[in-house]
């Protein structure tokens, strides 16, 4: 678990996350191996369905418009496997992209916490621990592991660069 940026008090008021537009939404989470193993097919996690990118597939939910993670109770906001939900899930609203040529740090305005707190010291503190805990030899091993997390999430806010390609690490 990494620590988060966003008090779950502000998410659990907003409905930025977790909803999605399409049933192959690139905002839904992509699982890292270990967590395929950890949830897919586990008893106590809703059953997922993975796209070809190890991407949770999004599910309609009855008299709702779009699509919702399987993981989402609707009725509270409430995440069903919050204690073990999957990484991208705690990342957000930072997001992990490529980008002429580099792999970045980047964090999504859209949601209104960050988008409020962009230019604060709080910020500024929590993308230097961000730039500690991704820059570590054992995070970029993970990455390395699993390029299916990095994306070309265009319109983000770079932050910093992580060193992916740094053999030496
Ligand atoms: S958009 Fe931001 S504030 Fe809203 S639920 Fe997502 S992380 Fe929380
Ligand atoms: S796993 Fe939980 S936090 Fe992640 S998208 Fe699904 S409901 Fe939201």
Redesign the pocket.
Known sequence: MIKQFVPEEACLKCSG??RFKEADSVWS?CLLEEEILSLVDKEGVPALSLSLNKR?VPVPIEGKDGFF?P??SVADNK?K?YAM??FE?QLYPFLIAFRNKKVLLTVDLNCPYAREKADSREFKEYVNYLDEFLNSPKFIRVLKENPHLIQAYEDALDCCELNIQDETK
């Open positions: 996350c977790c989470p949770i993670c993981c989402l995440c496997i939900r999957p899930c």
